[in-house]
């Protein structure tokens, strides 16, 4: 056996770990002083555990750490490893190599403290479980296996003893020794224990005379039970006995009172089928009742006397009007008077018109005779001026007298047309309130006819006549409300109809250009082949069967990225189908998720932890509501990904976990970050799209259908209304 290689790591100047190996024979280590070469024995002594530091040139075993030098850290551990070659057995271990390691750290509550660990082969053991193998091997921490600095001069100097307790160490016969002297101290123990034993079994000898009494107690306690046993199972006999006489005596009793039950049964049979009986008469004479007046009796006369009160207060209602009537004929008639008298007026003034309207074309012409007679008048200058003042004067009179006709004939003219326009007010008037009076004589023939018919015919079969009325009011109504709503289907039908070929003219542009095909293409291509019933198979897009919140529409899109537009099929014979035409067509390429072939997973590990925590909404996949049956497909897109509030919290969060957040920023479970501005408009497919095509078509058959719906109930009513009128 001999030493292979010494392990060291931190330990003293060695920082980090070093291997320094022992070939057989010997081996030297050479280099200038201060470079460790000691370090290197104190190593090995530091494993073989020598009763005090100070062997090991240190005040206390922490010194020992690698102390960091002028650049580096201060070491918190330090561990020391020796292999010795075993091929010879020499220690009882069936290895052929033996590692002993020695490993001392800080202790994290006491910067003074320290633990200190030992290991044979990576097993934890002890000091003293070291001590005893390596001593198979004459090894020991205190011994002279390891000659250091002056141990030559200290075995010189010696005496005797201490040299002999030496050589005997190196012989290996203190082993035995220290054996003798643990088996002596094993043997004062085994004695002490002797006489310990010795005491209690004199004790337990005194207590035996005690034990033989209660023994005897104990039997004749046993014997007891057993005469009481025995005395317990007489009296039951007994008691079964008493309890099966009176049994019998019960069940004669009990036989008494189901014959009595038996005929109470058909007492009571008979009184139910009296009852029946009466319950029947009493129901025809509730009819007879009924028909003779009761309740509907009571409820007729009700609705007549309200339908009374009605009529008064339209009798009421209709004197009011025939008086207004009366005065507004009385003002139409003095209104008539009045025009009549105007009209004369009209007429007496239009002659004196006439008359003066001569009468100013005579003066006219007498003035221009006076002009000419005072144009030739020469010779008479006085009574020329005076006939011309005359005639100036006559003329003056007859313009005022004119004038004043002329406004009294305006006046008259002003006068005829307010009284024409109070005539016609006048005859308005009238007209409205015979108007009235026909309507109010309408409604007053149409209820004394619904009075009338309120009475029930006599053979009280078929509707009345205000039966029919409040239906054809009711078939009036529901044709005009059915004529709207027909009226509104129309328009959103041609409104969708208009939006449907929009779309699908844009979706074929875009499937049918001349442009390289994308991914999108491909999808909207196959989904319209679905449409049209050609590729059965196609449960539609990953977005188009998830129904989720709007406002996690950002995150979960950004979460699911292109996957989201990943089409789910039922197989993967549906998907090689769509792969074989979008080859075939040169449409791209997509992505299938086979549902038979789809493998569901569940979180693990942190993400669970991390999708109960502060922030965190939970995992995507459960914030989606979609079919159970596709719970595969939605793992292959989402995965373990959690939804988070924001970006401060899922930061809190990231290491290990797939993190998203409310606005769009992903965070990655390898740590990596990507984030934005996230356009809206922009997110998933948009309106442009074969899911939006199909919704519109479902929407558009479904209008149609409401619209084709109402107009046949619209025809049924209408007819109904010609039945009813009829």
């Not at 009493?282 to 339908?307: L, M």
């Not at 009605?310 to 008086?323: N, P, T, V």
């Not at 067509?585 to 109960?612: C, D, I, Q, Y």
Request: net charge neutral; hydrophobic share 35%.
């Amino acid at each position: 056996m001999h030493l292979k290689r010494v392990k060291l790591r931190n330990f003293k100047s060695f920082a980090g770990a070093t291997e320094i190996p022992f070939q057989p024979g010997f081996t030297g280590v050479a280099g200038p002083n201060g470079m460790g070469k000691s370090n290197i024995s104190d190593a090995i002594l530091f494993v073989l555990g020598p009763t005090s530091s100070k062997a090991l040139r240190a005040e206390r075993l922490t010194h020992l750490f690698f102390n960091g030098g002028s650049s580096k850290k201060p070491a918190t551990e330090c561990e020391v490893s020796l292999v010795f070659d075993n091929t010879d057995k020499l220690l009882p271990v069936e290895t052929p190599e033996v590692e002993v390691t020695r490993y001392v750290k800080l202790a994290p509550s006491d910067p003074d403290g320290y633990y200190s660990y030992f290991y044979v082969n990576g097993k934890r053991t002890t000091q003293t479980e070291i001590d005893s193998l390596l001593s198979h091997a004459r090894l020991s921490g205190d011994g002279y296996n390891l000659v250091q600095q002056g141990d030559i001069n200290k075995i010189v100097t010696m005496g005797p003893v201490p040299r002999r307790g030496l050589v005997e160490r190196l012989a290996g016969i203190s082993q035995f020794d220290d054996e003798l002297e643990r088996a002596a101290t094993k043997r004062v123990d085994l004695d002490a224990n002797l006489d310990r034993i010795q005491t209690l079994l004199t004790e337990i000898k005194s207590r035996l005379a005690g034990l033989e009494g209660q023994r005897l107690l104990a039997i004749q306690y046993k014997q007891l039970q057993d005469d009481k046993k025995r005395s317990e199972a007489r009296l039951a006999r007994a008691g079964h006995r008493l309890a099966e006489h009176e049994l019998a005596t019960c069940r004669k009793q009990v036989d008494a009172v189901r014959a009595e039950i038996e005929g109470l049964d058909k007492t009571r049979t008979e009184l139910a089928t009296r009852q029946d009986e009466l319950a029947s008469a009493i129901d025809a004479i509730d009819r007879e009742i009924a028909e003779a007046g009761g309740a509907a009796a009571v409820k007729f006369k009700q609705e007549v006397d309200e339908k009374k009160m009605a009529y008064a207060r339209l009798d009421q209602s209709l004197g009011h009007l025939r008086e207004a009537l009366v005065a507004i004929a009385t003002q139409a008639d003095e209104l008539v008077k009045s025009v009549r008298a105007d009209e004369t007026q009209e007429s007496s003034l239009k002659s004196q018109e006439s008359k003066l309207a001569d009468r100013l074309a005579t003066l006219a012409k007498t003035a221009d005779e006076n002009a000419r007679e005072i144009q030739t008048a020469t010779g008479t200058p006085g009574k020329s001026r005076d006939k011309l003042a005359a005639a100036r004067k006559q003329q003056l009179e007859l313009a005022r007298h004119t004038e004043t006709k002329q406004t009294a004939w305006t006046k008259a003219v002003e006068a005829r047309e307010t009284a024409s326009a109070g005539l016609g007010t006048a005859e308005r008037s009238e007209a409205q309130a015979e108007d009235d009076l026909r309507e109010r004589e309408v409604e007053v023939k149409d209820l004394e006819l619904r009075i009338k018919e309120t009475t029930p015919g006599k053979n009280g079969s078929g509707p009345t006549t205000g039966d029919l009325q409040k239906e054809l009011f009711a078939l009036k109504t529901k044709e005009k409300n059915l004529s709207a709503e027909c009226e509104r289907l129309s328009q959103e039908v041609l409104e969708l109809n208009r939006r449907y070929l929009a779309l699908d003219a844009r979706l074929k542009a875009r499937t049918d250009g001349g442009g390289r095909p994308t991914a999108l293409a491909a999808v909207d291509y196959l989904l319209s082949q679905r449409n049209l019933g050609k590729i059965p198979g196609i449960r539609g897009t990953v977005e188009e069967l998830a129904e989720f919140d709007p406002k996690l529409k950002t995150a979960l899109q950004v979460a699911g990225g292109s996957r989201f537009q990943a089409l789910v099929v039922e197989s993967d014979q549906v998907a090689e189908e769509c792969i074989k035409l979008l080859r075939e067509e040169k449409r791209g390429r997509a992505t299938f998720l086979p549902l038979n072939k789809m493998l569901p997973g569940r979180p693990h590990g942190k993400s669970l932890v991390v999708s109960k925590a502060a922030g965190a909404t939970g995992f995507a996949i459960d914030v989606v509501k979609f079919d159970e049956s596709l719970r595969s497909a939605f793992w292959y897109v989402f995965g373990e990904t959690v939804v988070m509030d924001d970006l401060s919290r899922a930061r809190a969060q990231m290491g290990g976990v797939r993190l998203v957040t409310l606005t769009g920023d992903l965070i990655e479970a390898t740590g990596a970050i990507s984030g934005g501005y996230v356009d809206p408009t922009s997110q998933g497919r948009g309106s442009d799209s074969a899911v939006e095509l199909k919704r519109l078509g479902n929407e558009l058959r479904g209008k149609g259908a409401a619209e084709t719906a109402g107009r046949t109930e619209l025809a049924k009513v209408t007819e109904r209304i010609r039945v009813v009128a009829e």
